[in-house]
């Protein structure tokens, strides 16, 4: 009889703890949103080419770090704001 882990208990063993919830939504909504803007930006400003994707890329090179910073910078007034005009649950 061989000794196994499940693996959903495999799978909750690689994931983060609970206080790093904020930085992960910042990380994830960072990159998402810095790729779309880039994808939407680069395509405006300079066409839809065979260079858009490198130039996409080399653009979203700065912009993903930039936008990290600013939405853990921005969270706490966002969280305010957001309380301001709705119900919190709870």
Known sequence: MEDKI????VARSRKL???AVPIAFA????AIMAFLMCCVIVGVNTGFDTGYPARVLSTYVLA???AFLCVL???PLVLKLVGAVCRMPG
């Open 73 to 75: 910078t921005i969270r």
């Open 6 to 9: 499940p693996p959903l208990r």
């Open 64 to 66: 993903m770090p930039v």
């Open 17 to 19: 703890p609970p206080r």
């Open 27 to 30: 990380f994830f909504m960072s």
